[in-house]
């Protein structure tokens, strides 16, 4: 399930439904997905048990899957940002081997994304 946080509205929806049949948590979370899931089994759970009002829990929902969205979106980020790093990584290791303005522009259009050398 984890593999599909790039849609995360189909995830969320999935794992909302599972957390309000109190069923157990599925293998290969995110952690943001297993926040979620957790998070929105116990807000059922204090429903059922009569802890919180409808309208209570219609609230508290909303800031959990805000929390959710703005966790995946983190998570997002920081993916590129090691993917960056591990792909900048390979191009620099080549400019050592090979110091040419080639692999150098290379590098650094990875790492640093279309910033581009001044040409005259």
Do not use: C, H
């Not at 290969?28 to 009002?53: C, H, P, V, W």
């Not at 829990?57 to 959990?64: E, P, S």
């Not at 993916?79 to 191009?91: A, C, N, P, S």
Request: aromatic content about 8%.
């Amino acid at each position: 399930m984890g593999e599909s946080s790039s849609d995360s509205g189909v995830v969320y929806e999935s794992l909302i439904k599972l957390a309000s049949e109190d069923a157990d948590m599925p293998d290969g979370l995110m952690l943001a997905e297993a926040y979620l899931f957790r998070m929105m089994q116990s807000l059922y759970a204090d429903f059922r048990k009569g802890n919180i009002t409808a309208d209570q829990g219609k609230r508290q929902k909303m800031q959990i899957i805000t929390a959710y969205q703005n966790a995946t979106s983190s998570q997002r980020m920081w993916d590129d940002v090691r993917r960056r790093k591990m792909e900048g990584e390979t191009f620099v290791n080549e400019y050592r081997k090979n110091p040419t303005i080639e692999n150098a522009d290379k590098a650094i259009d990875i790492l640093y994304s279309d910033v581009r050398r001044k040409t005259r």
